[in-house]
């Protein structure tokens, strides 16, 4: 039986979803915020998430580009929002497919099947979910400009992920401010959009985990911004 989190406020729309899913077989359970989701992901372990991105508190894209960091459950976005912004946005942050309100049923049911088959098919190793890369040691060599792995791959870092990279990785485990991130990348602060730095983490996640099979521990705090979740050691003198 194919289980599944539905993460929508109005509670008319989530209702129905839920009521269909359930009579067409699935295991489903619902939430109306991130963190109502974050409470029940534990015990439910869903194998995919019906996912809105105008939730309240933590939106659908930092949820997405959150839980993309350190699981591989299925995403679906079910969103009123179809530009083609917003639609690359959610690709970019970590769902795996995007639907646009209203949207039928029946369609809903074959993208969760279709995905669930992906997922099925997927190697062992890329089904398992929550894994900890916190307790291992990452290096951050700022002569050669790159990222190091607890395994020993070697990541080249652009310019802009190196500067993103070295303002998470000065204190490991604290959080870094939007707007610190923001300075780091050369704009200016408050003014820029809160939706691309969310991008920019995304890319710098699917970078890594494409090029080493590793996932980067970098996590989003709700209302604040980014920390790098997990031990660094300097492999060469920062400049400056």
């Known amino acids: 039986m194919i289980k599944v989190m539905v993460v929508e406020d109005d509670p008319d729309l989530c209702g129905s979803i839920c009521r269909y899913l359930s009579l067409v077989g699935m295991n489903v359970q619902r939430a109306g915020s991130g ?20 939730l309240p508190g ?5 949820i997405a580009a959150r839980l993309r960091s350190s699981s591989k459950v299925g995403i679906i976005m079910l969103t009123a929002r179809g530009q083609l912004d917003d639609r690359v ?12 309100k ?45 990222l190091i792995t607890p395994n020993g791959h070697r990541v080249p870092l ?34 820029y959009d809160d939706r691309s730095i969310d991008a920019v ?20 705090v709700r ?3 980014y920390v790098f979740a997990a031990p660094v050691e300097a492999r060469a003198r920062q400049p400056g």
């Open 158 to 191: 652009t310019n802009a992920e190196y500067r993103v990279l070295q303002t998470l990785t000065h204190e490991p485990g604290a959080s870094v401010a939007r707007d610190d991130i923001a300075a780091a990348l050369g704009k200016s602060v408050g003014g």
């Open 201 to 220: 983490m995304a890319r710098l996640r699917r970078k890594v985990n494409a090029a080493t099979g590793e996932n980067l521990p970098v996590r989003a």
């Open 102 to 146: 209203p949207v039928q049923f029946r369609e809903l049911e074959a993208v969760i099947h279709s995905l669930t088959r992906r997922l099925s098919e997927a190697p062992a190793e890329e089904k398992r979910e929550g894994r900890e890369d916190g307790n291992q040691t990452w290096g951050f060599d700022a002569a050669s400009w790159s």
């Open 35 to 54: 963190v109502e989701m974050d409470a029940l992901l534990p015990d439910f372990a869903p194998d995919l998430l019906v996912l809105d991105v105008n």
């Open 58 to 62: 933590e939106d659908g894209f930092s």
């Open 223 to 225: 209302s604040v911004g």
């Open 89 to 100: 946005l959610g690709l970019t942050a970590g769902a795996d497919a995007y639907l646009v």
